[in-house]
């Protein structure tokens, strides 16, 4: 597959998502940096961070960006080069790399064509390090990748409280019911994931990608 790395700065981003500009992330991305491992080969999520939560960044992307409601902090660091699986919440995310820069891979939800999507239809997209990005709703996304061969991200997670905590108890009424994995998340799996193979929805079509090669 023949993928082109977009910055989020080029005009390709805008269908995907905005620079979210104005405010001072230091504190922030420097905490992030102190309290937060970076396996070298594996990717970790945490949803919340009490300790980065507890920053006075938190009202403001609260109150300016989230217009009041509630939001969470969290974190997705590691060393990835992958696609493996994508995912939407029923809202916008905030991506924040910190030290080194992230490549995020994207798709819209328009692209979903009889319960599936096509990987041919995957942009990428480079982040920055201490560029926040917001995701838009209708933004297909995962685990950032790493901008370089060998180098771990950390990447600053906002979204609205509870967002990818313990699933619901629910009954599954329609085919969408059923990529639920989490809350406020649902996910599109490749049929080559460990998220297939432990009963993720095997949503994705075509080849699993990776950018090893790219960068």
């Given at each position: ?54 920053l ?53 939800m ?30 297909l ?28 108890e ?18 599109l ?27």
């Amino acid at each position: 597959m023949s993928l082109h790395i977009y910055s989020v700065f080029d005009p390709e981003f805008a269908a995907y998502g905005r620079v979210v500009d104005g405010y001072d992330y230091t504190e922030l991305l420097d905490t992030l940096k102190k309290v937060s491992p970076c396996p070298e080969d594996a990717v970790i999520y945490v949803p919340g961070d009490d300790t980065l939560e507890a920053l006075a960044v938190k009202t403001v992307l609260q109150d300016n960006c989230y217009g009041g409601m509630p939001i969470q902090i969290g974190y997705c660091n590691g060393t990835n080069t992958k696609l493996n699986c994508l995912e939407f919440h029923r809202d916008s995310e905030i991506n924040i790399p910190a030290g080194n820069d992230a490549i995020l891979l994207l798709a819209k939800m328009e692209d979903i064509v009889d319960n599936k999507l096509d990987t041919a239809k995957v942009k990428a997209f480079k982040c920055p390090a201490g560029t926040a990005v917001e995701v838009y709703a209708t933004t297909l996304h995962y685990a950032p990748c790493s901008a370089k061969n060998g180098e771990g991200f950390r990447v600053i997670i906002v979204l609205p409280k509870g967002t990818n905590t313990e699933l619901p108890e629910f009954k599954p009424m329609n085919v969408q019911d059923s990529w639920m994995t989490a809350r406020n998340k649902w996910l599109l799996a490749h049929a080559e994931s460990s998220e297939a193979a432990s009963g993720a929805y095997v949503g994705l079509t075509g080849e699993n990608i990776d950018i090893a090669d790219l960068i």
